[in-house]
């Protein structure tokens, strides 16, 4: 399975970006999506996730700006984000799970968000 995570830039604080993540498999052989990021000097942290059936979750901390869905005619994984901030800025990377016995983890090689104050 390979993921291909576009869509970063530069933009102000207050602005709002969107990032896709193209899957090289169908959405729906997917158990489980989802968007991490790594700010600089900090651990990689879960951001959103969306599983099979469509339930969504985000940590708490990011107060409802980001919104994940999946577009299956495009074949891929959305991460709207608002209301950008500085603290927002990193490498965003997509994640999936794939379904069935033969269940494994894959990630995409990252998009950089710079947000500017």
């Known amino acids: 399975v390979q993921l291909q995570a576009y869509g970063g830039g530069l933009v102000q604080a207050g602005e709002s970006l969107r990032l896709s993540c193209a899957v090289s498999i169908g959405l729906l052989q997917l158990s489980r999506m989802g968007w991490y990021r790594q700010t600089p000097g900090n651990a990689r942290e879960w951001v959103a996730e969306l599983n099979f059936g469509g339930i969504s979750n985000y940590p708490h901390f990011l107060k409802g700006r980001f919104t994940i869905s999946r577009n299956h005619a495009k074949n891929t994984i959305d991460l709207q984000m608002s209301n950008l901030q500085p603290g927002d800025t990193g490498v965003y990377y997509c994640?999936?799970?794939?379904?069935?016995?033969?269940?494994?983890?894959?990630w995409g090689q990252g998009t950089q968000v710079t947000v500017s104050s």
């Open positions: 994640n999936v799970k794939t379904r069935g016995d033969a269940s494994a983890e894959y």
